[in-house]
């Protein structure tokens, strides 16, 4: 069972920063993907960014050049900086664990994720 605790959402004006943590077992982290999602009051939950233990990260096209996803291994801990951060960033943000599979790490954020934490609330006010 993958055990995800994400932390670092808050208010921010236009323009601001952001890091959200997840931090999880050695487990989920050495055998997962990991992701970032989000889900604004109305819209649908849509994939933000993905990494696989040593891989390249994924984005979705509206966070490219402004979020960056990263990793600690000796903290088994995903980060997600956001910077120039825009009002129709406002969602709440999901931490979420995908197991790799027979084929290795499957990490795109059109597949489906195993485990989800509790998420964290980011508002970017104009």
């Known amino acids: 069972q993958g055990d995800l605790v994400e932390s670092g959402g808050g208010s921010v004006q236009a323009g601001g920063s952001l890091r959200l943590t997840c931090a999880t077992s050695q487990y989920t982290y050495k055998t997962s993907c990991m992701g970032w999602f989000r889900q604004a009051p109305g819209k649908d939950r849509e994939g933000v960014a993905a990494i696989a233990p040593g891989g390249s990260p994924l984005y979705v096209e509206s966070v490219k050049g402004r979020f960056t996803i990263s990793q600690d291994n000796a903290k088994n801990t995903v980060y997600l900086q956001m910077n120039s951060l825009r009002p129709e960033d406002t969602a709440m943000y999901y931490c979420?664990?995908?197991?790799?599979?027979?084929?290795?790490?499957?990490?795109?954020?059109?597949?489906?994720?195993?485990?989800w934490g509790q998420g964290t609330q980011v508002t970017v006010s104009s």
């Open positions: 979420a664990a995908r197991r790799n599979g027979p084929f290795g790490f499957r990490c795109e954020l059109s597949r489906t994720y195993d485990y």
